[in-house]
């Protein structure tokens, strides 16, 4: 950082440009809502069905702070044709998600090809424009039902 404020200084600057900026906010988010996950996901000795309904718990209280969504979606949908590397941070959390629904899988003792961590996942995020797009205050609870049914089909 410079000693000496310069008028024509930005906050892209500090950060070496716009797309600097988000990159650094997105990998923090990310950072931060795995934490928060993983810290639910600590509390629940259940089984595979238990710890996918924490991750939608933590995601309930992670909403709580993000009236405007998920902040990965909204940074694909500004900036998915002009910044590839703002697009490998966002398609990298999603991926956490959908192995983190794998991981709940296999410890809860579900054998799983990806499939249907795939579809807890979609559900996740469908459960996240619902809440908050959608003005849905009914989306989580329809995301726990859904998710119960599919590991139970399991």
Not at 21 to 29: I, N
Not at 30 to 46: I, K, N, S, Y
Not at 92 to 107: D, F, P, S
Request: negative net charge; hydrophobic residues 40%; proline residues 1%.
């Amino acid at each position: 950082f410079p000693t000496r404020r310069s008028p024509d200084l930005t906050i892209y600057d500090r950060f070496g440009s716009k797309e600097g900026l988000v990159l650094a906010y997105l990998e923090g988010r990310a950072r931060r809502w795995q934490a928060h996950v993983t810290e639910h996901l600590a509390q629940v000795d259940g089984g595979a069905g238990d710890r996918a309904l924490a991750v939608i718990d933590a995601l309930e209280s992670w909403l709580e702070a993000a009236e405007r969504g998920c902040g990965f979606v909204n940074a694909y949908a500004e900036l998915s044709t002009s910044s590839e590397r703002a697009t490998a941070v966002v398609r990298a959390e999603k991926q956490w998600m959908r192995e983190l629904y794998g991981r709940v899988l296999v410890e809860g003792g579900i054998d799983d090809d990806g499939s249907l961590a795939r579809q807890l996942a979609l559900v996740h995020e469908g459960a996240i424009i619902e809440s908050t797009a959608g003005g849905s205050s009914y989306a989580l609870d329809d995301a726990r039902t859904a998710m119960r049914a599919l590991i139970e089909s399991a």
